[in-house]
């Protein structure tokens, strides 16, 4: 009798492993990543499904932005609906002006992971940090 409750607690033990590590895989394909702006460039190379997503306002969009980002404004009342339009298959850099935690990069990847987007990258210090390490952006033309 003792045997048979043994082995029925290792089979018990054993599923929940089993669920425990297919749960934590699921996890990990819906993960951010953080990604360091002087990575950036390397990383577009090696790559050509990546889009640098600015969640910021088109105000802001517009008085300077990373080159080739694309604008989608994390507080307008369509953001999710626009960003369901994206090719959940690509990889995303997202940012905001500074990427704090809790911030409006954060809101967008969190809306992005519950669409279903697996490859998402949250850029260390945002457009601030891009701008600091004088990497290639887009000014207004006057």
Known sequence: MENRFSFSGLLILASLITLSLAQAND?????????KVNAVSGFLAQREDVVILDVRTPIEYEMSHITGSVNVDVGDDSFDARVATLDSNKTYIVHCTKNPAGGRSSRALETLKNLGFKHLYSLEGGYIAWKDAELPLTEPSN
């Not at 996890?27 to 990604?35: G, H, K």
């Open 27 to 35: 996890d990990s394909n819906n993960s951010t990543t953080a990604i």
